[in-house]
């Protein structure tokens, strides 16, 4: 059996405006500060020596790859994306950006918002459009049942509110 894995496939290109505002932010972070102290603090590792040997050095040009590999995703990502910054025409049906209310089986209620991949760990109650629930709810309107189907078998909901 070989090593190979297949890449995952790109997630959703469609984004909220809080979260390529958060994404965008992230990127200035990286590319006008963390960047720059980082590369001084290597400059000067590499001017006391032998950088074979030199902890700072090597762990500064690892932390820069890191940095650079960031940032170039983050390029690439934010290039591609959709803002979207206004509800849909049918705003009583669950679109990207909708907040809405589940009831499960045992009568307990949750909120969540339907956003893009990039955004889901900003909020616990942030869910992908790529996710198993992302998927089911797309559409659906108050009063509305949906299955999941989870790891942990399927789940059964209910659509008590939307709002955008």
Known sequence: MSR?????????K???KEGAERLKAELDELWRRKRPAVTKAVAEAAAQGDRSENAEYIYGKKQLAEIDRRIRFLRKRLDG???VDSPPADTGRIYFGAW???EDEHGQKREYRLVGPDEIG?????VSM??????AVRGKAVDDELTVHTPHGEKWYAVVSIRY
Not at 122 to 126: I, K, L, N, Q, W
Not at 130 to 135: I, Q, V
């Open 81 to 83: 994306m959709t803002i």
């Open 130 to 135: 790529d996710s198993p629930l992302g998927r």
């Open 122 to 126: 900003d909020d616990p109650r942030y």
């Open 100 to 102: 809405f209310e589940l």
């Open 14 to 16: 469609f984004i909220t």
């Open 4 to 12: 190979y894995r297949p890449p995952r496939p790109a997630g959703s």
